[in-house]
Protein backbone atom coordinates (compact mmCIF):
# COMPACT_ATOMS: atom_id res chain seq x y z
CA UNK A 1 0.00 0.00 0.00
CA UNK A 2 1.52 2.98 -0.84
CA UNK A 3 0.15 7.07 0.32
CA UNK A 4 1.02 10.10 -1.33
CA UNK A 5 0.43 13.98 0.14
CA UNK A 6 0.94 17.15 -1.84
CA UNK A 7 1.38 20.04 -0.73
CA UNK A 8 2.63 23.54 -1.66
CA UNK A 9 4.22 26.66 -0.44
CA UNK A 10 6.13 30.08 -0.67
CA UNK A 11 8.51 31.92 1.32
CA UNK A 12 9.14 35.38 0.65
CA UNK A 13 12.76 35.51 0.18
CA UNK A 14 14.73 35.09 -3.37
CA UNK A 15 15.53 31.39 -3.90
CA UNK A 16 19.55 31.86 -3.09
CA UNK A 17 18.70 32.94 0.22
CA UNK A 18 16.03 29.93 0.39
CA UNK A 19 18.39 27.74 -0.55
CA UNK A 20 21.30 28.35 1.87
CA UNK A 21 18.36 28.39 4.57
CA UNK A 22 17.97 25.29 3.71
CA UNK A 23 20.92 23.95 4.48
CA UNK A 24 21.39 26.06 7.41
CA UNK A 25 17.95 24.91 8.77
CA UNK A 26 19.03 22.97 11.51
CA UNK A 27 19.19 23.37 14.30
CA UNK A 28 16.59 25.71 15.08
CA UNK A 29 13.96 26.14 17.49
CA UNK A 30 10.88 24.04 15.75
CA UNK A 31 13.70 21.14 15.12
CA UNK A 32 14.90 20.51 18.13
CA UNK A 33 14.45 16.20 17.59
CA UNK A 34 17.14 16.91 15.20
CA UNK A 35 20.06 16.21 16.75
CA UNK A 36 22.84 16.42 14.38
CA UNK A 37 23.67 16.54 10.73
CA UNK A 38 26.81 15.39 8.93
CA UNK A 39 27.56 15.61 5.24
CA UNK A 40 28.21 12.58 3.74
CA UNK A 41 29.39 13.92 0.02
CA UNK A 42 29.41 17.27 -1.83
CA UNK A 43 29.94 17.04 -5.55
CA UNK A 44 29.80 19.65 -7.92
CA UNK A 45 29.40 18.10 -11.56
CA UNK A 46 31.08 20.09 -13.26
CA UNK A 47 29.24 19.40 -16.82
CA UNK A 48 26.01 20.51 -15.68
CA UNK A 49 27.44 23.22 -12.43
CA UNK A 50 25.14 20.98 -10.12
CA UNK A 51 25.82 20.50 -6.85
CA UNK A 52 24.90 17.05 -5.62
CA UNK A 53 24.86 17.24 -1.49
CA UNK A 54 23.97 14.09 0.59
CA UNK A 55 23.39 14.85 4.59
CA UNK A 56 22.79 12.46 7.24
CA UNK A 57 20.41 13.61 10.36
CA UNK A 58 20.22 11.75 13.35
CA UNK A 59 16.86 12.66 15.31
CA UNK A 60 15.55 11.78 18.54
CA UNK A 61 11.87 10.94 19.08
CA UNK A 62 9.06 8.52 19.97
CA UNK A 63 6.99 7.30 17.72
CA UNK A 64 3.26 8.37 18.30
CA UNK A 65 1.57 5.62 20.95
CA UNK A 66 -0.71 4.09 18.64
CA UNK A 67 2.56 2.89 16.79
CA UNK A 68 4.53 2.76 19.53
CA UNK A 69 2.51 -0.01 21.30
CA UNK A 70 3.43 -2.78 18.47
CA UNK A 71 7.00 -1.43 18.45
CA UNK A 72 10.22 -1.08 20.75
CA UNK A 73 10.71 2.32 21.70
CA UNK A 74 12.83 4.33 19.40
CA UNK A 75 15.23 6.56 20.29
CA UNK A 76 17.21 7.59 17.32
CA UNK A 77 16.78 7.58 13.79
CA UNK A 78 18.37 8.23 10.52
CA UNK A 79 17.54 10.37 8.08
CA UNK A 80 18.97 10.17 4.55
CA UNK A 81 19.00 13.93 2.67
CA UNK A 82 20.06 14.14 -0.70
CA UNK A 83 19.88 17.37 -2.77
CA UNK A 84 20.48 18.68 -5.85
CA UNK A 85 21.27 22.32 -6.70
CA UNK A 86 20.87 23.39 -10.46
CA UNK A 87 22.11 26.78 -9.72
CA UNK A 88 21.85 27.69 -13.86
CA UNK A 89 18.18 27.26 -13.86
CA UNK A 90 17.48 27.94 -9.92
CA UNK A 91 16.08 24.73 -8.94
CA UNK A 92 16.52 22.92 -5.52
CA UNK A 93 15.73 19.31 -5.84
CA UNK A 94 15.95 16.99 -2.14
CA UNK A 95 14.72 13.90 -0.97
CA UNK A 96 14.68 12.92 2.18
CA UNK A 97 13.56 9.63 3.61
CA UNK A 98 13.87 7.75 6.83
CA UNK A 99 17.04 4.38 6.58
CA UNK A 100 15.62 2.54 9.97
CA UNK A 101 12.53 1.12 10.22
CA UNK A 102 12.15 1.06 6.50
CA UNK A 103 9.67 -2.14 6.34
CA UNK A 104 7.84 -0.30 8.88
CA UNK A 105 6.89 2.48 7.17
CA UNK A 106 9.04 3.99 4.62
CA UNK A 107 8.88 7.79 4.14
CA UNK A 108 10.01 9.79 0.94
CA UNK A 109 9.42 13.48 0.92
CA UNK A 110 10.86 15.41 -2.10
CA UNK A 111 10.46 18.78 -2.58
CA UNK A 112 11.56 21.41 -5.51
CA UNK A 113 12.25 24.59 -4.86
CA UNK A 114 12.09 27.33 -7.72
CA UNK A 115 11.60 30.88 -7.38
CA UNK A 116 8.30 32.29 -7.26
CA UNK A 117 6.28 33.07 -10.54
CA UNK A 118 5.58 37.02 -10.52
CA UNK A 119 2.49 37.41 -12.45
CA UNK A 120 1.14 40.89 -11.37
CA UNK A 121 2.71 44.14 -11.78
CA UNK A 122 3.02 44.99 -8.22
CA UNK A 123 4.84 41.67 -7.75
CA UNK A 124 7.35 42.31 -10.35
CA UNK A 125 8.28 45.69 -8.79
CA UNK A 126 9.29 44.52 -5.28
CA UNK A 127 11.30 41.73 -7.13
CA UNK A 128 13.37 44.29 -8.76
CA UNK A 129 13.47 45.72 -5.28
CA UNK A 130 14.85 42.53 -3.97
CA UNK A 131 11.99 41.17 -1.99
CA UNK A 132 11.19 37.93 -3.53
CA UNK A 133 9.70 34.60 -3.60
CA UNK A 134 11.06 31.29 -3.45
CA UNK A 135 7.71 28.27 -4.23
CA UNK A 136 8.08 25.15 -3.10
CA UNK A 137 6.51 21.86 -4.01
CA UNK A 138 6.48 18.40 -1.82
CA UNK A 139 5.64 15.17 -2.43
CA UNK A 140 5.76 12.53 0.29
CA UNK A 141 5.16 9.13 -0.27
CA UNK A 142 4.13 6.78 2.59
CA UNK A 143 4.82 2.92 2.81
CA UNK A 144 4.45 0.13 4.39
CA UNK A 145 5.57 -3.23 4.06
CA UNK A 146 4.54 -5.32 7.29
CA UNK A 147 3.79 -8.38 5.08
CA UNK A 148 6.96 -8.71 3.23
CA UNK A 149 8.94 -7.58 6.45
CA UNK A 150 8.66 -11.41 7.40
CA UNK A 151 11.31 -12.02 4.59
CA UNK A 152 13.59 -8.92 5.09
CA UNK A 153 16.63 -9.54 6.63
CA UNK A 154 17.02 -6.57 8.23
CA UNK A 155 16.78 -5.00 11.71
CA UNK A 156 12.74 -4.70 11.50
CA UNK A 157 12.97 -8.92 11.05
CA UNK A 158 11.30 -9.42 14.51
CA UNK A 159 8.87 -6.90 13.69
CA UNK A 160 8.23 -8.94 10.31
CA UNK A 161 7.07 -12.05 12.48
CA UNK A 162 4.97 -10.81 15.09
CA UNK A 163 3.11 -9.52 11.74
CA UNK A 164 2.72 -12.52 9.81
CA UNK A 165 -0.27 -13.27 10.96
CA UNK A 166 -2.05 -10.40 10.65
CA UNK A 167 -4.48 -8.57 8.30
CA UNK A 168 -0.87 -7.05 7.19
CA UNK A 169 -3.18 -4.93 4.84
CA UNK A 170 -5.28 -3.34 7.25
CA UNK A 171 -1.70 -2.77 9.74
CA UNK A 172 0.05 -1.09 6.75
CA UNK A 173 -2.70 1.40 6.05
CA UNK A 174 -3.23 2.25 9.83
CA UNK A 175 0.74 2.98 9.97
CA UNK A 176 0.58 4.94 6.61
CA UNK A 177 -2.31 7.05 8.56
CA UNK A 178 0.09 7.63 11.46
CA UNK A 179 2.41 8.36 9.54
CA UNK A 180 0.53 10.70 7.36
CA UNK A 181 -0.96 12.61 10.20
CA UNK A 182 2.43 13.17 12.09
CA UNK A 183 3.98 14.26 9.11
CA UNK A 184 1.58 16.74 8.39
CA UNK A 185 1.41 18.14 12.10
CA UNK A 186 5.05 18.62 11.35
CA UNK A 187 4.82 20.66 8.08
CA UNK A 188 3.89 24.16 10.04
CA UNK A 189 6.64 23.13 12.31
CA UNK A 190 9.35 23.30 9.47
CA UNK A 191 8.24 26.04 7.53
CA UNK A 192 8.71 28.09 10.64
CA UNK A 193 11.87 26.51 10.91
CA UNK A 194 13.05 27.69 7.80
CA UNK A 195 11.16 30.92 8.18
CA UNK A 196 13.26 31.72 11.02
CA UNK A 197 16.33 30.93 9.85
CA UNK A 198 15.58 33.18 6.86
CA UNK A 199 15.25 36.05 8.82
CA UNK A 200 18.22 35.40 10.68
CA UNK A 201 20.42 35.00 7.57
CA UNK A 202 18.81 38.37 6.63
CA UNK A 203 19.50 39.81 10.01
CA UNK A 204 22.84 38.61 10.45
CA UNK A 205 24.26 36.76 7.72
CA UNK A 206 25.34 33.01 7.66
CA UNK A 207 28.43 34.20 9.48
CA UNK A 208 25.97 35.43 12.38
CA UNK A 209 23.26 32.35 12.12
CA UNK A 210 26.47 29.92 12.14
CA UNK A 211 28.00 30.89 15.01
CA UNK A 212 24.66 31.78 17.35
CA UNK A 213 23.72 27.76 16.03
CA UNK A 214 27.33 26.65 17.48
CA UNK A 215 26.43 28.20 20.40
CA UNK A 216 23.67 27.55 21.18
CA UNK A 217 21.84 31.17 21.03
CA UNK A 218 19.40 29.77 18.26
CA UNK A 219 17.03 28.65 21.04
CA UNK A 220 16.41 32.34 21.14
CA UNK A 221 15.75 33.08 17.90
CA UNK A 222 11.76 32.31 18.20
CA UNK A 223 11.04 34.32 21.03
CA UNK A 224 13.38 37.26 19.73
CA UNK A 225 11.32 36.75 16.52
CA UNK A 226 8.05 36.48 17.47
CA UNK A 227 7.75 37.64 20.84
CA UNK A 228 6.45 34.48 21.83
CA UNK A 229 7.22 31.08 23.73
CA UNK A 230 4.60 28.91 22.41
CA UNK A 231 6.68 25.06 21.44
CA UNK A 232 6.29 23.09 19.00
CA UNK A 233 6.85 19.86 18.17
CA UNK A 234 8.28 19.00 14.75
CA UNK A 235 8.73 16.10 12.55
CA UNK B 1 33.16 13.79 17.94
CA UNK B 2 34.45 15.29 14.75
CA UNK B 3 32.93 18.53 15.91
CA UNK B 4 36.13 20.75 15.34
CA UNK B 5 36.60 19.24 12.20
CA UNK B 6 33.05 18.90 11.08
CA UNK B 7 32.88 22.91 12.06
CA UNK B 8 35.65 23.68 9.91
CA UNK B 9 34.37 21.76 6.80
CA UNK B 10 30.97 23.36 7.24
CA UNK B 11 32.25 26.85 8.21
CA UNK B 12 34.15 26.13 4.39
CA UNK B 13 30.48 24.83 2.61
CA UNK B 14 28.33 27.41 3.40
CA UNK B 15 31.07 30.46 3.05
CA UNK B 16 31.40 28.53 -0.84
CA UNK B 17 27.77 27.97 -1.35
CA UNK B 18 26.84 31.36 -0.73
CA UNK B 19 29.91 33.37 -2.05
CA UNK B 20 30.77 31.83 -4.69
CA UNK B 21 28.58 28.92 -6.13
CA UNK B 22 24.94 30.86 -6.00
CA UNK B 23 26.83 33.53 -7.74
CA UNK B 24 27.78 31.36 -10.52
CA UNK B 25 31.12 31.58 -9.59
CA UNK B 26 31.84 28.37 -8.06
CA UNK B 27 34.06 26.04 -10.30
CA UNK B 28 36.17 24.30 -7.99
CA UNK B 29 35.78 22.61 -5.04
CA UNK B 30 37.79 24.95 -2.34
CA UNK B 31 36.55 22.29 0.74
CA UNK B 32 37.89 19.09 -0.60
CA UNK B 33 41.02 19.02 1.73
CA UNK B 34 38.62 19.77 4.64
CA UNK B 35 36.06 17.45 3.83
CA UNK B 36 38.78 14.64 3.66
CA UNK B 37 39.71 15.28 7.06
CA UNK B 38 36.20 15.36 8.38
CA UNK B 39 34.98 12.37 6.45
CA UNK B 40 37.58 9.93 7.68
CA UNK B 41 36.57 11.06 11.02
CA UNK B 42 32.99 10.53 10.29
CA UNK B 43 33.19 6.95 8.58
CA UNK B 44 35.38 5.90 12.17
CA UNK B 45 32.44 7.17 13.74
CA UNK B 46 29.43 6.01 11.52
CA UNK B 47 31.55 2.50 11.63
CA UNK B 48 31.67 2.34 15.41
CA UNK B 49 27.70 3.31 15.50
CA UNK B 50 27.25 0.03 12.86
CA UNK B 51 25.22 1.87 10.43
CA UNK B 52 28.39 2.73 7.85
CA UNK B 53 26.99 -0.07 5.65
CA UNK B 54 23.14 0.81 6.28
CA UNK B 55 23.97 4.08 5.18
CA UNK B 56 26.23 3.13 2.06
CA UNK B 57 23.32 0.79 0.79
CA UNK B 58 20.56 3.47 1.30
CA UNK B 59 23.01 5.77 -0.93
CA UNK B 60 23.00 3.93 -3.66
CA UNK B 61 18.96 3.62 -4.11
CA UNK B 62 17.91 6.16 -6.61
CA UNK B 63 15.02 8.96 -5.56
CA UNK B 64 12.91 7.62 -7.86
CA UNK B 65 13.44 3.84 -6.29
CA UNK B 66 10.76 2.30 -4.69
CA UNK B 67 12.94 0.36 -2.19
CA UNK B 68 12.96 -2.57 -4.46
CA UNK B 69 15.59 -3.87 -2.05
CA UNK B 70 13.02 -4.36 0.59
CA UNK B 71 11.65 -6.88 -1.00
CA UNK B 72 14.05 -9.69 -1.02
Known sequence: MVKFYENSFSYDYQWPAVTLAYFLRYPNPYSKHVVSSDTLSSHLDTQTGNLHVTRLHLKRGKLPASVARFLPKIKESYILEKSIVDVKHQRLETETRNLDWEGVLSVVESQVYTPGSVSTVSELETAAAGVGRTDVTTVVRFESRLGGAARNTQSDGMAGRWFSNWTTGSVQGSIELVGMRRMMEGFGGRREGMKVVLEQLRERGFVGVIKEQRQGGWERWKKAWRGEGVERTDD | ?72
Request: aromatic share 10%; with cysteine.
Open chain 2, 1 to 72: ECSEKKERYDTCFIKWYSEKYLRGEGSTDECAELFKEYKSCLNAALKQKGIHNMIEEARKTSPNNNNVKGLK
